[in-house]
Nanobody, 126 residues
Framework: QVQLVESGGGLVQPGGSLRLSCAAS????????FGWFRQAPGKERERVSC????????VYADSVRGRFTISRDNAKKTVYLEMQSLKPEDTAVYYC???????????????????WGQGTQVTVSS
């Protein structure tokens, strides 16, 4: 059974940091690309970052480039999103997702992220 479980969200002050984790199970996690997405109330879902399979490429949205870092530990079957210099506009529910229809791929625009975690809330506020 495919499962993605996010953790690490919480309340943080502006300028602070958080590290989100996405634990994957039920499939060979190393062979697939992963994405982090976020959705704030009343806003469309945004793809924050993506990382290719194995030790793949990393791609970032303009809104987070230079502040967020995506990484993966294939041995631990976990994908991370390190978030620094957080801003109130980063407040959202953050989701981890993967495209199980394509193996051994870099992060490319046509990935179909069809498997999702339950999300973790990140709130940036003083």
């Amino acid at each position: 059974q495919v499962q993605l479980v996010e953790s690490g969200g919480g309340l943080v002050q502006p300028g602070g940091s958080l590290r989100l984790s996405c634990a994957a199970s039920g499939f060979i996690m190393a062979d697939y690309a992963f994405g982090w997405f976020r959705q704030a109330p009343g806003k469309e879902r945004e793809r924050v970052s993506c990382i290719g399979s194995r030790h793949g490429n990393a791609v970032y949205a303009d809104s987070v480039r230079g502040r967020f870092t995506i990484s993966r530990d294939n041995a631990k079957k976990t994908v991370y999103l390190e978030m620094q210099s957080l801003k109130p506009e980063d407040t959202a529910v953050y989701y981890c997702a993967t495209d199980l229809s394509r193996t051994l791929v870099p992060c490319v625009p046509y990935l179909d992220f069809g498997s999702w975690g339950q999300g973790t809330q990140v709130t940036v506020s003083s």
